[in-house]
């Protein structure tokens, strides 16, 4: 009778000649599925894990090389689909940063424009800030010159010189984006 130690050697040896007898062969099939060196050689290892683990358990219907092989097939499903589901969490998570990070962005960026425009706006003298106001609120060149008591001239002089001042303090606030943030400005003022 063997003793557990000589038993163990036994299913050593066995297991060394099975891992020699066929990890090159399942080598080369994960590899050309995977195309990636150092997985192909981790998922030949992991069937031959499970296998190891696995082995008094089992009960082999085909040959030893028909069920490496196919528990080789269904590690690589398995890392395609842990994979691809990975890939899809991962890429969704930073569609949706992104987008947040996007609408924030605009958000900060419009509320630093309004700022910027109604500090300088602020500054203005009293009647170039009403007649911004006025523009601002759509009213026309002879409805503010009639509200304010102002030539239309001198409305279109306050404008002129107003959107200068705008022009200059958008310039400085928004050095990188100035002409188009000053397009806008002069689109809602509808210059």
């Known amino acids: 009778m063997l003793s557990i130690k000589q038993d163990s050697e036994k299913l050593d040896?066995?297991?060394?000649?099975?891992?020699?007898?066929?990890?090159?062969?399942?080598?080369?099939?994960?590899?050309?599925r995977v195309k990636d060196k150092e997985l192909a050689k981790d998922l030949v290892q992991d069937v031959f894990i499970y296998y190891l683990q696995k082995r008094d358990e089992l009960i082999l219907k085909t040959s030893i090389?028909?069920?490496l092989r196919k528990a080789l097939q269904y590690q690589i499903i398995a890392y395609y689909r842990k994979h691809l589901i990975n890939t899809r969490a991962f890429d969704q998570i930073i569609y949706q940063l992104s987008l947040q990070e996007t609408i924030l962005n605009h958000s900060l960026e419009t509320?630093?424009?309004?700022?910027s425009v109604k500090r300088e706006i602020n500054k203005m003298p009293a009647s170039m800030h009403t007649v911004f106001d006025l523009r601002i609120k759509d009213y026309g060149i002879d409805e503010i010159s009639e509200k304010t008591g102002l030539s239309e001239k001198t409305v279109r002089n306050n404008i002129s010189m107003g959107l200068n001042r705008l022009k200059k303090a958008i310039a400085e606030d928004f050095p990188n984006d100035y002409v188009t943030v000053f397009l806008i400005v002069s689109v809602l003022i509808n210059v």
């Open 65 to 67: 090389e028909a069920y």
């Open 13 to 32: 040896d066995k297991f060394e000649e099975l891992f020699n007898s066929y990890w090159k062969k399942l080598y080369v099939i994960a590899y050309n």
């Open 111 to 115: 509320n630093d424009l309004l700022n």
